[in-house]
């Protein structure tokens, strides 16, 4: 089958099939994203359109996937709330609800979905609680004033103020842990989303990896569609199944639940229109953006008089920026250190026992502006193992000018137990002070990897190299030198405080994984 658009002047008349096919996409698209109605004065018309729709079988398990997450969080969203609404009513003795309360579980329901709670995980691959932490914090806070305003309708009795903030911590608590637990059993209970990928060979390969590496991602690629019927033969990782002029019968045959579309630079109409199409069958989109390696996430829609504009911000940190930084680091170094001085004991104690040589291992990094500092470590290879580096070249795992080896014979016993749990980067902690790093920043190279980097990428020097970063929850020795100076790039593009505390949350849960090597 061959599907292209065709614009069309003077009198329309639908392609044969059109309004049976229309119909017939209209009623499966019901309860979901219905499509409008195709308008030849807006939109080309597809030639053959009588191009078979997703099976009613497709259609259900995206409904029910859709389903049980709406369901399961507005399950946890109540039940949430009541729970941190009884701990502090039972904390404190004195008040007790009134039958009336049951009222406040329609209104967290109508605030959740007023905020958009229940919409967002439809639209996404990513489903993940800790992006959407501010709109809890939201549903918290709303709680909390409808409790507060409603004290003589829904308890008997007056919470006192330290109830009112308890119960706004308790919800926020709740509900942000009960939505990530419920995610994680929704995703281990429902098949894979079914994806294509409509790009370049190079596009769906690296695609097609991150979708399977990345947690809290369900989603298999079944095969990728050529923008061109030239690029067909394109060798890929994924498997091609055609072109855009088929994306239709694909569509159907696959039992494809999302179409993830790489445009390039040529092509904009068709792409547009394959857009259209997709979104005609009720299947998702979701669109991988190139002008956004360049501008970052944060930039601003400003719309005038129908026209969009998007306001690009400037690169790096503002100065009210990088001091608020500045005071978060030093807060937060300064409670670890004292925090971890036991452990610190306790580890210098195990080097010291396991092999000769010092405590800590210095070695010279490039930090902000070019300037080299030394990077302070817990030692974890044995005394000179800079000299046998060369000598271990060969066996190199990671690529792009970056130097691992999983199974490094340098590495002392203690050592490798560093390495796995991260431990090792802790006295970086005196760094951060010292002013040297950041909590959170791009990655700090050896002068050997950061003369690798040239042109705008050396732009990653605007900001203090961090402990972690981006670089880090995607996994520090998977990823390609040019790759990670690309989102070392993007976040200081992107900077913004609620950044930094997602990143360092998110580095929880990968060290304690063991991804330290």
Not at 162 to 174: K, M, N, Q, R, S
Not at 252 to 277: S, W
Request: proline fraction near 5%.
């Amino acid at each position: 089958m061959n599907v292209r658009p065709r614009v069309t002047k003077g009198t329309w008349r639908p392609p044969r099939g059109a309004a049976t096919v229309h119909h017939r996409v209209h009623e499966r698209t019901q309860g979901a994203e219905a499509a409008p109605a195709l308008d030849p004065r807006i939109s080309p018309v597809w030639e053959d359109v009588s191009a078979p729709a997703p099976s009613g079988r497709t259609y259900s398990r995206v409904q029910s996937r859709n389903a049980l997450f709406r369901r399961t969080l507005a399950l946890i969203d109540v039940v949430g709330a009541y729970a941190a609404l009884m701990l502090v009513l039972l904390a404190g003795g004195e008040v007790e609800l009134r039958p009336a309360a049951a009222l406040l579980a329609p209104l967290v329901l109508l605030a959740s979905k007023g905020i958009g709670l229940y919409d967002r995980d439809q639209h996404i691959l990513h489903k993940t609680t800790l992006d959407e932490l501010p709109s809890i914090f939201q549903l918290s806070v709303f709680f909390v004033i409808a409790v507060w305003l409603g004290e003589a309708v829904f308890l008997r009795g007056w919470l006192t103020r330290p109830e009112v903030f308890g119960l706004a911590a308790a919800t926020f608590a709740f509900v942000a842990v009960g939505r990530a637990l419920a995610r994680h059993l929704a995703l281990a209970a429902t098949d894979p989303e079914r994806c294509i990928i409509l790009g370049s060979a190079g596009d769906a390969s690296r695609t097609a990896r991150k979708l399977e590496t990345s947690p809290g991602v369900n989603a298999i690629v079944v095969g990728r569609l050529a923008l061109r019927p030239q690029e067909r033969g394109h060798r890929s990782e994924v498997r091609t199944l055609g072109d855009i002029g088929s994306l239709a019968q694909v569509i159907a045959e696959h039992g494809v639940e999302r179409v993830i579309i790489a445009p390039d630079t040529h092509d904009q109409d068709e792409t547009l229109e394959a857009i259209r199409l997709v979104k005609a069958l009720g299947v998702r989109v979701s669109v991988l953006p190139r002008l956004l390696e360049a501008v970052g996430s944060s930039s601003t829609f400003d719309e005038i008089d129908g026209i969009t504009l998007l306001g690009v911000r400037q690169y790096g940190l503002s100065r009210s920026s990088e001091f608020l930084k500045r005071l978060m680091d030093l807060a937060g170094a300064t409670v670890g250190a004292a925090l971890l001085a036991p452990v610190f004991l306790i580890l210098a104690i195990a080097i010291k026992l396991d092999s000769r040589g010092p405590l800590f291992f210095r070695q010279p990094r490039v930090g902000r502006g070019g300037r080299t500092f030394d990077m302070v470590k817990f030692r974890s290879m044995v005394h000179g193992a800079d000299r046998a580096k060369a000598e271990l070249r060969g066996h190199n795992e990671a690529q792009g000018g970056l130097f691992k080896i999983r199974e490094d014979p340098r590495i002392t016993r203690v050592g490798r137990l560093l390495r796995h749990t991260s431990i090792d980067e802790l006295p970086q902690l005196l760094n951060v002070l010292m002013g040297h790093m950041s909590l959170v920043g791009p990655r700090p190279l050896v002068p050997d990897e950061d003369a690798l980097i040239e042109g705008w990428q050396r732009r990653r020097l605007a900001v203090k190299p961090g402990m972690t970063g981006l670089w880090q929850i995607f996994g520090s020795s998977r990823i390609p030198m040019n790759e990670m100076v690309k989102i070392d790039y993007l976040y200081g593009a992107n900077w913004s405080l609620w950044l930094d505390l997602k990143i360092l949350l998110r580095t929880i849960p990968y060290v304690l994984r063991g991804r330290g090597l």
